[in-house]
């Protein structure tokens, strides 16, 4: 039984007199991964608010390449000297506005024991075992190849994207995705990539509208997080406003911030919303950079919905096959899988041409087969090359479904500047 739950039934009183049980620390994750150590450490405290607290251990961010820019792992270790405020720490934390960090106990760990010589049948059996997930790989991969095979050759060809670069040097504080005030590390291949995605999108923006349309443009960044699309885009357009929709308030927060510190707070608004219920009234272009999962689903249904015009660029296609979990107040939960999870309303395929061709058991498998791509990978494997083409008829049926729709020009673009990453297809919509 979990110790929030033996609190509840035995009351605090009761907890407390069983110490000799009970953990000294707490875990407390889905932090904000931009927050500086510091500021964790400082929020972390004024929450439980207990003079117990020995340390807060704030973990540092794995070394992966999609980890890059990252502040912490997400993550802290609460260490306290009396193991009765674990207990109050975690009833206290129960009515805490911070309502999207998980709190959990964290129980001592036992000596490990000595390790034991593996025995040749232990051996065995874990040949035997690497022997079969290898043959589950082999027929996955057949699976996919002969799924690809049967769609056929897509009706939408990528195109090579030419950008015009933007000197983020004579950008005011704030603006640069690339620099600290974004949340990410100058110099790191993903700073690197944020600025090629905003020049990408800007590009897009200034194809679709003339100049003289676009001081009069009203642009809805759908999934906007702390604004490293936003901001930027709304400096280098020459758009007349810039809304941000995100579904956490501490983001737009931060993003008004930014805003004000680049000057650009009379241009820019915020809607704290999920993107099912945003409202669109004025808007001319929507937005999105790597909402994940259904999300940029949602962000292109809410464009096509008004006939406007999109320039969305998806990731994370494997969390579509999820389903939402929704609260008793009807708001979506907090966990990434709920907020990239499909709503009841969204339907897989998103087309009737690939709905034609495959049901959803098949589209399962190719968007799970999408993600081996998704991600900066080995450009010469199998694996990658396979998901580089599910990854792409993925981003078709998304088309596809704009284009059903009435919009009589739709493009998938690769955005240059990218350096090998998954994410790179920018996808481009428009009535006209």
């Not at 579904?247 to 707070?265: F, K, M, N, V, W």
């Not at 660029?313 to 929704?326: A, D, L, Q, T, Y």
């Not at 199998?382 to 739709?410: P, Q, S, T």
């Amino acid at each position: 039984m979990k110790i929030a739950a033996f609190i509840h039934l035995l009351g605090l009183a009761a907890v407390q007199s069983l110490i000799s049980v009970a953990p000294t620390k707490v875990r407390v994750s889905n932090i904000d991964w931009f927050l500086s150590t510091a500021d964790v450490e400082s929020k972390i405290r004024k929450v439980f608010a207990d003079d117990s607290i020995i340390k807060v251990e704030v973990k540092p961010p794995r070394r992966n390449k999609r980890d890059e820019g990252k502040l912490h792992s997400g993550s802290a270790i609460v260490v306290f000297s009396d193991k009765r405020a674990v207990a109050r720490a975690l009833t206290s934390t129960a009515t805490s506005s911070i309502n999207q960090w998980r709190i959990s106990e964290v129980m001592e760990k036992e000596e490990e024991p000595t390790k034991k010589e593996v025995s040749p049948e232990r051996v065995l059996l874990r040949q035997e075992r690497a022997g079969r997930y290898a043959r589950q790989r082999a027929r996955r991969a057949s699976s996919i190849d002969n799924l690809l095979d049967a769609i056929g050759e897509a009706p939408i060809e990528i195109e090579s994207m030419s950008v015009e670069g933007i000197d983020f040097g004579c950008a005011p504080p704030g603006v640069d995705p690339a620099s600290t005030g974004g949340g990410l590390k100058l110099g790191s291949k993903r700073a690197t990539r944020k600025r090629a995605s905003v020049e990408a999108f800007r590009t897009a923006i200034r194809q679709l509208f003339p100049t003289t349309l676009l001081s009069e443009l009203k642009v809805a960044d759908l999934g906007s997080g702390t604004g490293n699309l936003a901001i930027p885009l709304a400096w280098a357009t020459g758009c007349a406003e810039m809304l941000a929709v995100d579904i956490y308030a501490d983001s737009l927060a931060r993003l008004l911030a930014r805003a004000q510190e680049a000057g650009l707070e009379e241009k820019i608004s915020v809607e704290c919303s999920d993107i099912l219920d945003v409202n669109l009234a004025g808007v001319g272009m929507v937005v999105s950079l790597h909402a994940c999962g259904a999300a940029s689903d949602l962000a292109m249904e809410a464009a096509v919905k008004e006939g406007i015009s999109f320039a969305i660029s998806p990731c994370c296609i494997g969390k579509v096959n999820f389903e939402r979990s929704m609260q008793e107040s009807g708001e979506v939960s907090g966990g990434n899988k709920d907020r990239a999870g499909k709503p009841a309303s969204l339907s897989y395929p998103r087309s009737r041409w690939l709905s034609d061709k495959i049901d959803i058991e098949d589209y399962t498998l190719l968007a799970k087969a999408a993600d081996a791509a998704d991600g900066a990978g080995d450009a010469d494997s199998d694996w990658f090359r396979r998901g580089r083409r599910a990854k792409g008829i993925v981003e078709v049926d998304r088309l596809m479904f704009a284009r059903e729709r009435g919009y009589g020009a739709v493009r998938l673009l690769e955005m240059p500047g990218m350096d090998g990453y998954g994410k790179q297809e920018l996808l481009v919509g428009s009535l006209r």
